[in-house]
């Protein structure tokens, strides 16, 4: 049905091997639209060009970022009309108490959970509530008047009441909440905390299981200098301590957990509560750490509400996730009463770390370092007549991805690790470290295809079928060949071969990858597109887009094949022509996939729909997200939507403002990161790509699609004519060593400047301004 995307090894051989033109002698090939061309000669025969960044100082972020900032001028009473701090695994949101005169500080952390594995990922292993901090004025509260400031990541403000004016600022860093508050008039701070029961928050769906015990009650001590502790004892071992301290105006809190240790956390709480030291020492790190974080990347577009909520994101999947802590449960580290109070690996996880490439942020991910961290684990998911050579894992787990899979033929659903996999294989192509692809990516994805290897059966057809599995969460089972496995087993067989030759790995399994691809049963169609599996029509509405993963995220099937084009359509849109029950990512999942075939306006159209508080499941306030309770990923995928619009980089190209939306005539792109470990950097001004510029961090071939017309001129970062080559279709291949700049324009040399653009379209703070 669809022809191979060239993989990267045959990209990496083509551009040793391919002819090579320099400069003006860059002739262009025939039936292509441009040529490329010299700038008049300097004295010394070069050509020198910087970008000039108007974004390199405190002020100019700090000015920038504050016109994202989230306001409010009333007390939010909602958990998804608050502040919220964090810093990967401290997490605290600010609203009122509910029917009280007092404002709530929630206290959460991401390692805090229960570990019973008898008794599931919804009970036994499910993150555990710590408690909230309440502050208690004198007086009957008026009004708020707070900014969350982005470029601090910091609460400040003032909250009025019939008695006076309280003054407050809050942060996390370091695994301490920091907060100070001064009182004016007859105002007074009164600090309280309240432990929470250590139960599941699953609670509010549905009873404890069967023979389950309640934890024990927490117990609190006084330290001798006067810190507060409330230990919590778990029954299945372990232990969270809460430490907190006032000291003026500023109070100080920290947790810990340890598992099996029973002690240890204490003295964790304690060690980050004498390291903080005091509110300003803490701050000082604390905006050191995130001043350093935001310049790594820049992005400006017109739209003003869109732009606040896209650099909202990255403050939030900042505070949520950093590389080596707890990968991110549906809530981020931000705890509430909830169904789903753990790891959801069939869409959750994958899309909460799309983001963070575009953003040039891998210091964030968690999810590749959880892969690395819990291999055996990952064996002993699966029955114990396959770990000898397979892994993986179940819809839902705890940080350590303890949870069991079923098997092909029972209608269970197998595919999860493999997809996210795919996430991890991102991580390797934005950064081209070796090390993950050798010690993470290749070694857990050939256990995960081996598992399906075990039952994929021939069939009369000569075809390989795999029996009955589940496409996440669909009613219907297909009888075999669901199509969310036939992706995952296309994209992981030809992952596995181009990994293996990339490592120089003559692997055994490699006839047998060759044999699946060339004999893999062709994805079930029928007059409505793809289908959800064998003899299964996609026939009621569904949330999920798990029967398009081929087309979107993997792009095994894609826009750039032709003939796969109004398969593609039909899909799509039969997908969101039966109603009732879809979610803000299924919007955001169209508003992809549309941008992938390059139709900024219809994607922007389905992106929008996520923002429409008409719709039964809206962005909220905060920019945050609920269903049956909070679920961070949705949010989070709408900013890779607008990274799709934005630029894209799937089979082996690298695509410039692919699908901007004909409104946002203005556009600016800085050291957006793209697959090759490529930093991109461009500008769209009056509708027009006026230069694209590329930095290599790794020397991977580059095939660039620059959306320039005209005769083009590329310059290495030295002033000289960069080797190039027409590639037909508007793409360029570009000569360009590790560590080297190219700069592609046409016409005469534009304004190299980086720089945030004008509004067009303006539109309220996010918050409850």
């Known amino acids: 049905m669809t022809s191979q995307p060239e993989n990267h ?53 700090a000015g920038f970022l504050r016109g994202q900032d ?46 019973r594995p008898e ?18 004025p004198a007086g009957t509260v008026t009004a708020v008047d707070w900014r969350l400031s982005l470029w601090n990541a910091e609460l400040t403000g003032t909250v009025t009441t019939t008695a006076g004016t309280l003054t407050l600022a809050a942060l996390i860093h370091d695994e301490v909440l920091a907060v100070r508050v001064t009182a004016d008039g007859d105002e007074r701070a009164d600090w309280t905390f309240h ?47 809460t430490a907190y301290r006032r000291s003026g105006t500023d109070l100080l809190l920290s947790v810990g957990h340890s598992h099996p240790s029973d002690t240890a956390a204490e003295a964790d709480s304690l060690r980050n509560l004498r ?78 770390y799309w983001l963070i490439h575009g953003f040039n942020h891998p210091e964030l991910d968690s999810l590749a370092t959880t892969l690395r961290q819990n291999q055996e684990q990952l064996v002993a998911n699966v029955p114990a007549a396959y770990r000898s050579d397979s892994s993986g894992v179940g819809r839902s787990s705890d940080m350590f991805a303890n949870r069991g899979v079923g098997m092909p033929g029972t209608g269970a659903e197998t595919g999860d690790l493999t997809w996210a996999l795919h996430n991890a294989w991102l991580s390797y192509r934005h950064s081209m470290d070796e090390s993950l692809l050798r010690d993470t990516v290749y070694p857990v994805l050939r256990r ?30 297909p009888p075999q060949d669901t199509n969310y496995d036939l992706a995952l087993i296309r994209w992981g067989c030809r992952t596995l071969i181009e990994s293996a030759e990339l490592l120089g790995i003559d692997d055994e399994s490699r006839p047998r990858w060759q044999e699946v691809l060339a004999r893999l049963v062709p994805y079930p169609v029928d007059d409505n597109g793809f289908m959800i599996g064998a003899d299964t029509p996609y026939a009621q509405s569904h949330r999920h887009y798990s029967h398009l993963l081929m087309v979107y995220p993997l792009y095994l099937v894609n826009w750039d094949q032709p003939g796969s084009r109004d398969l593609i359509r039909r899909s799509v849109e039969h997908w969101h022509a039966l109603t009732g029950s879809h979610r803000g990512y299924s919007y955001t999942g169209a508003a992809s996939m549309y941008a992938m075939a390059g139709d900024g306006d219809t994607a922007i159209t389905y992106l929008r729909k996520f923002f429409d508080p008409t719709t039964r499941y809206p962005c909220r306030a905060n920019t945050h997200y609920t269903e049956a309770g909070p679920v961070i990923e949705t949010p989070l995928s709408a900013s890779q939507s607008l990274h799709d619009m934005f630029c894209q980089s799937w089979g082996g190209v690298i695509r ?20 090759g470990a490529f930093l991109v950097s461009a500008v769209r001004a009056a509708g027009r790509t006026r230069f694209v510029r590329i930095r290599s961090l790794a020397g991977e071939p580059l095939r660039v699609k620059h959306g320039l017309t005209g ?19 508007g793409v360029l291949r570009v000569d360009l060593p590790k560590g080297r700049e190219v700069l592609i324009h046409s016409g005469s040399r534009p304004d190299l400047v980086i720089a945030p653009v004008a509004v067009s379209e303006p539109g309220a703070a996010w918050g409850l301004p």
Not at 312 to 327: D, E, H
Not at 458 to 466: E, F, T, V
Not at 663 to 674: G, I
């Open 275 to 352: 390291r903080a030291k005091s509110y300003d020492t803490l701050r000082q790190r604390h905006t050191r750490w995130w001043h350093a974080f935001y310049r790594k990347s820049f992005v400006s577009f017109p739209d003003q509400r869109l732009q606040s909520f896209h650099w909202i994101q990255l403050y939030k999947v900042a505070s949520a996730s950093r590389a080596g802590g707890p990968v991110m449960a549906t809530c981020g580290p931000w705890l509430e009463p909830t169904p789903w109070p753990a790891v959801w690996w069939n869409l959750n996880v994958q899309l909460e």
């Open 195 to 241: 432990p929470e029961e250590a139960v599941s928050p699953r609670k509010i769906s549905e009873a404890p299981p069967t023979g389950y015990t309640p934890n024990p009650p927490w117990t609190t001590r006084t330290t001798a200098d006067g810190t507060e502790q409330v230990l919590q004892p778990l029954t299945g071992g372990g232990e969270t301590a």
């Open 70 to 115: 989230l306001l409010w001028t009333r007390l939010p009473t909602l958990w998804y009309e608050g502040p919220f701090l964090g810093d990967g695994l401290l997490g605290s949101m600010i609203y009122q108490e509910p029917g009280a005169n007092r404002i709530r500080f929630t206290v959460q952390h991401g390692r805090v959970q229960d570990h």
């Open 656 to 675: 410039v403002f692919p699908a901007v939306p004909t409104a946002w005539a203005d556009l600016t792109l800085h050291d957006f990161r793209a697959q």
């Open 711 to 729: 005769r083009l001129t590329v310059l290495l970062d030295d002033g000289r004519p960069a080797r190039t080559r027409d590639l037909g279709d």
């Open 448 to 477: 995960a295809i081996n598992y399906y290897l075990h039952f994929l059966t021939p069939g009369s057809d000569g075809r390989l079928h795999l029996p009955s599995t589940l496409s996440p969460e669909y009613p219907v089972v």
């Open 9 to 61: 090894s045959q990209v990496r051989r083509r551009a040793v091997l391919g002819t090579a033109v320099a400069g003006a002698a860059a002739a262009a090939l025939p039936g292509t639209a441009h040529a490329v061309q010299q700038e008049p000669a300097a004295a010394d025969g070069r050509h020198p060009w910087k970008l000039r960044d108007t974004m390199t100082t405190d002020r100019a972020w």
């Open 119 to 136: 008794f599931g990922s919804g009970w036994g292993t499910c993150r555990l509530p710590v408690g909230r901090l309440t502050l208690e």
